[in-house]
């Protein structure tokens, strides 16, 4: 099935198409569609919902949007679904990903507990009335230096203690196992399996 990706990050398409690897994952300038929507929800399932209706509206093919973050309970659940646009307020500017991790670093200085979770809510949408939720967490450590040249965003300041590893430096095919895109990802793949079963 052709499936068009609610975003523009090519990292995450690399990660969605090892996580549905039966399906043909279009971004949508490759469909020639226009995607640029403003993610103003209070949660990441209204922030996925609202991106996959944007685009569901005007494709051919479904469409799969998914917003996702990282929570941490001792900053108030920071930066949560601001975490793409964590420190723009404060620098007046998007940073890179290596200058978001050094700017949460720099606030978890001296906080002692450092647990986080990073969230994923996964949305499958075929039509107004007819698409699939999935929601999933990921439990980890925040570190207190990056570590890791594997993954994006914020995986190498996240550390998994069952692993001992962070999530960079995890192998992907691990990775996609058990973190909170992975396992979305699973459960909408499982709902694709069951729709072509059910043509």
């Known amino acids: 099935m052709t499936i068009i ?3 523009g990050n090519s990292h995450k398409r690399k990660e969605i198409e090892k996580i549905l690897p039966d399906h043909r994952i279009l971004l949508p300038s490759e469909a020639g569609l226009t995607f640029d929507v403003e993610e103003d929800g209070e949660t990441y399932l209204e922030n996925a919902l609202k991106k996959a209706r944007s685009l569901g509206n005007q494709a051919e ?13 001792a900053l108030n659940g ?4 601001f975490s793409a646009r964590y420190g723009s307020e404060e620098t007046g500017r998007n940073l890179e990903a290596g200058e978001r991790n050094a700017y949460l670093l720099e606030k978890m200085k001296g906080v ?5 979770f990073f969230v994923c809510a996964m949305v499958l949408y075929l039509s107004p009335y007819r698409f699939f939720i999935a929601q999933e967490t990921m439990d980890g450590i925040i570190t207190e230096s990056p570590r ?3 993954g994006f965003g914020y995986d190498p300041v996240f550390f998994l203690p069952e692993y001992g590893q962070t999530v960079a430096e995890l192998p992907w095919e691990l990775k996609n196992q ?9 459960r909408i793949r499982s709902i694709l399996k069951e729709l072509k079963e059910h043509q």
Request: net charge neutral; charged share 20%.
């Open 61 to 73: 093919y479904p469409v799969l949007a998914d917003d996702s973050g990282l929570s941490i309970p």
């Open 5 to 7: 990706l609610a975003s």
């Open 78 to 81: 920071e930066p949560g679904i």
């Open 148 to 150: 890791g040249e594997g």
């Open 112 to 116: 002692k507990n450092r647990q986080g």
């Open 178 to 186: 058990i973190s909170h895109r992975g396992k979305a990802g699973a």
